[in-house]
């Protein structure tokens, strides 16, 4: 059992049993949310009329005439310029011409880029392969989802025991004639009789929750629930029915920018009225915040979690053994700055924390006896060491281990003793075993940069270990070599990075290299194997992947230090990864291309108002950009505990002080940038793109700027491999179009 943070941002176990190992690219990161704020009080207004201001018309790449209407405000003293608001408005007729005109400018001008289609073709070649995730056992049946190299969706199978034959559950292909109705998670009964999944429509966030029959593949018409953007599935004991979360429609009463605290947990019965469902945790009114639930395996205890943000997490429970289920909850924590991951097995709470052990330690509980005081520490805090995963399989602790972003994985007792380190094949990214907390039969994963994906059948007790499946990709990996570099940020804190390139590579000449980053949510960017990159590296040059403050490579501190205030000190350790490189003479600033999505988006375009004269391309996805802003728009407001709020004095001077829209200068030679957008993105609204390319397009005298829209998607994109292969095949040109081959 997990908290909701594990649910909504770590994902291990859903990771290992709902994706297939698909060759990795960048990651799409934030979680859901939504949220809109009202003005603030202090804030003063005037705009001019709706055609005021002369149209923009960049000359120079005859981008589309972008009219700027000024909006004037004044913010806690701070006069604020807004030329292009009047893009906020997506439902707007104007502004959909507007989409639609940069969207057909920029692919006019991507689809004639020399190197496109020999890029498309290889990466046709690495993403067409079979795949296929680790199976997940439900009393005899197994479930499992797998893609073969013809199709662009995973499906979702099942079977009758180890040797039964494969029969199809769920095929999100067949779903819509063009790919625009997506598979979310879906969630098998204990007794694998039922499967609940949500599907999602013009691959956005928000969902729809449905039930289906195993057996027979019938699909309820009775168990249908709406509002299951973020309904987490919790089967009860009996399979005969299910926890989750719902969020009510849109109403005068239910606002989009306050909709994530109206949040509640109801009981469904297999068969009943949804709209009869029992309320089990009313919502909590505050749109920071998520709201889950997840009740034992065996049903003795039924835990409710409040997840602030990606700071700290409150934990409730109640004990079901007396049947009737108590009315209130009891608390485990609350109220804390810390966060909290929950399991349940033979009556006794396991509880990972970062509570008094900043690299998180593992602690039991009587939850007869909920104090604090009266926890019993299994697994210390290691100082040399953070803990990156844990479960509970088979009778046993799994966890993994993070020292200096690589994994080590290991098996302890319920007492917390270590039973035995797993032999990994060599340094990279390991998941925690994946099993039932009473059965010996588990699996794992592990990759690398220049490991595809393999995923091994374990037993727990013994340890004996076979391969289960290989991700067999046509590349040859001993081509390129993998080091890991450290540079020193402006603070002084050692950031670490990943540098992969040709073995063969001139060390006296400057490659290409492309770096991607993030920094938030405690996000780690650990050693995976990358497809995308290979097109990058069999053109001779680097890849790099920046492990910036805001992820969890370090414990909560290297969190901590990369949010809120603190944001700033991730745009440092860009800056100062992208001076070793040049330093250490691997590149030249005019050869680097800088990539991220959603709040990796944030740091590029961050990168671009700040250090201009550093790197040559920004690949912009899905960004962030005006977080004066952003809490008024998509799911802005869930994300206050990690950026603040321009609401607030107290945080404003800091967000203003990097808000990457507000300091688009004149006249300044800014990266050549493509910003990628979807225009169905219910997650980061794509309001963000949508400005930041006006303002670029008015301002800057370096490269083109150019805004890619993809149709039908959401903010992971399209859900299918063709699209993927599009938008990654016109970013890499694009790159490589504007910094050249290697000398």
């Known amino acids: 059992m997990r908290s909701l943070l594990s649910l909504a941002n770590v994902r291990i176990m859903n990771w290992l049993k709902r994706l297939a190992p698909i060759a990795m690219v960048v990651a ?13 009080p202090s804030t003063t207004a005037s705009s001019a009329a709706a055609d005021a201001g002369p149209p923009m018309q960049a000359k120079r790449f005859d981008y589309p005439a972008t009219p700027q209407r000024d909006v004037v405000e004044t913010l806690h003293g701070k006069t604020i310029h807004d030329r292009f608001r009047w893009l906020e408005d997506g439902g707007d007729d104007r502004v959909k011409a507007w989409v639609s005109a940069e969207d057909a400018f920029a692919r006019a001008r991507l689809a004639k880029l020399p190197d496109r289609d020999a890029i498309k073709k290889r990466l046709t070649e690495l993403f067409y392969v079979d795949q296929q995730s680790a199976p997940v056992k439900a009393q005899k049946r197994y479930f499992w989802s797998h893609r073969d190299a013809k199709q662009e969706k995973s499906v979702v199978w099942w079977k009758e025991g180890k040797t039964g034959t494969p029969k199809v559950l769920l095929d999100p292909n067949t779903w819509s004639t063009d790919g625009s109705v997506a598979l979310g998670s879906w969630e098998e009964s204990h007794d694998g009789n039922h499967v609940t999944y949500l599907q999602k429509e013009h691959n956005s966030d928000e969902a729809t929750l449905h039930v289906m029959d195993v057996a027979t593949g019938k699909i309820s018409t009775t168990d249908v629930i709406d509002g299951a953007k973020y309904a987490n599935v919790s089967w009860n004991a009996r399979s005969d029915g299910f926890y989750y979360t719902r969020l009510p429609a849109i109403s005068p009463t239910v606002t989009v920018e306050d909709r994530p605290g109206f949040a509640e947990v109801y009981f469904h019965k297999l068969g009943a009225d ?3 469902d029992r309320l089990v945790h009313e919502a909590t009114h505050d749109a920071k915040s998520f709201l889950g639930v997840e009740v034992s395996r065996d049903g003795h ?5 409040v997840q602030h943000g990606w700071t700290s997490t409150d934990v409730f429970f109640k004990d079901l053994r007396g049947g009737a289920e108590p009315k209130e909850w009891k608390t485990l924590a ?9 399991w349940v097995y033979r009556d006794r709470f396991y509880v990972e924390t970062d509570e008094g052990a900043p690299n998180h330690r593992i602690v039991r509980v009587d939850p007869s006896k909920p104090d604090h005081a009266a926890w019993t520490e299994i697994v210390p805090e290691r100082k040399d ?19 200096d972003v690589v994994s080590h994985l290991e098996i302890h007792d319920l007492d917390g003793k270590l039973v035995r380190e797993v032999q990994l094949p060599t340094k990279g990214a390991a998941s925690v075993f994946y099993g039932t907390p009473d059965e010996d039969e588990a699996y794992y994963t592990f990759t690398s940069f220049t490991y595809p994906t393999e995923i091994y059948e374990t037993s727990v007790k013994s340890g004996a270990t076979k391969l289960y499946f290989k991700l067999e990709i046509p590349i040859d990996p001993s081509k390129f070599t993998v080091e890991q570099a450290f540079a020193k940020s402006k603070d002084g804190t050692r950031v670490p990075m990943f540098i992969v390139g040709p073995k063969d590579r001139d060390k006296t000449k400057s490659v290409p290299t492309l770096v991607y980053g993030y920094g938030g949510f405690l996000a780690t960017q650990k050693p995976r194997f990358t497809s995308s990159a290979y097109p990058w590296l069999e053109r001779g040059g680097a890849y790099v992947v920046a492990n910036l403050r805001g992820g969890a490579e370090y414990g909560e501190p290297w969190h901590a230090g990369g949010m809120g205030h603190n944001k700033q000190n991730v745009f440092d350790d860009l800056h100062a990864v992208l001076g070793e ?5 691997i590149t030249t600033p005019d050869r680097i291309a800088v990539r991220g999505a959603s709040n990796g988006g944030l740091l590029v375009a961050a990168a671009i108002t700040q250090f201009p004269e550093l790197f040559r391309v920004g690949l912009c996805g899905v960004p962030l950009v005006d977080m004066l802003r952003y809490h008024r728009f998509g799911s802005g407001k869930t994300w206050v505990e990690e950026y603040g709020s321009a609401d607030n004095p107290a945080d404003f001077d800091s967000i203003y002080a990097y808000s990457p829209y507000q300091h688009v200068q004149a006249g300044t030679k800014y990266p050549s940038v493509l910003i990628l957008s979807a225009d169905s ?27 890619r829209v993809e149709k039908n998607a959401g903010h992971g994109g399209a859900d299918m491999v063709k699209s993927l292969v599009d938008s990654i095949s016109d970013e890499l040109a694009f790159a490589l179009a504007e910094i050249g081959t290697p000398d």
């Open 385 to 403: 060491a953070t803990i990156d995963g844990v479960n509970l399989v088979g009778g046993k602790l799994s966890i993994s281990y993070l020292k």
């Open 681 to 707: 993105d219910d997650r980061v609204d794509p309001m963000h793109a949508r400005k930041f390319a006006a303002a670029l397009q008015a301002d800057s005298t370096g490269g083109p700027v150019l805004l």
């Open 334 to 342: 609350a109220g804390m700055p810390h966060k909290y991951n929950v």
């Open 301 to 305: 205890f039924l835990l409710s979690y």
């Open 28 to 40: 799409c990161g934030g979680e859901p949310g939504s949220g809109v704020v009202h003005p603030m």
């Open 581 to 585: 490189l040049v330093s250490e003479g």
């Open 274 to 276: 949804p709209k009869k």
